[in-house]
């Protein structure tokens, strides 16, 4: 288990599910866009659900953007399958 600490967040990198790297906000401003699968507690007597996690995006900004699109690209973090160096 990984944490990351962006700003004032600070994220468990076991529940991102897609990062986009090169997004932009409703006001078109760009930034770096983060899918998290957060897990839904099941309450007592409540059956199963099919679908036991709740998904939300998060978008950084600014200085934010910046250092998230910087550790996304690291080659110490991520395997890129189509360098662009080729």
């Not at 990198?13 to 998290?36: F, N, P, R």
């Not at 309450?43 to 910087?70: C, I, M």
Request: proline content about 2%; glycine content about 4%.
């Amino acid at each position: 288990m990984t944490f990351i600490k962006v700003g004032h967040v600070v994220l468990n990198t076991d529940y991102i599910a897609v990062v986009k790297l090169e997004s932009q906000t409703c006001s078109g401003e760009k930034s770096v866009s983060i899918l998290m699968t957060v897990p839904k507690f099941l309450l007592q007597g409540e059956a199963t659900p099919s679908n036991s996690y709740h998904y939300e995006w998060l978008d950084f900004t600014g200085r934010e953007a910046k250092v998230l699109q910087d550790y996304f690209s690291s080659f110490d973090k991520v395997i890129d399958l189509l360098s662009e160096q080729q």
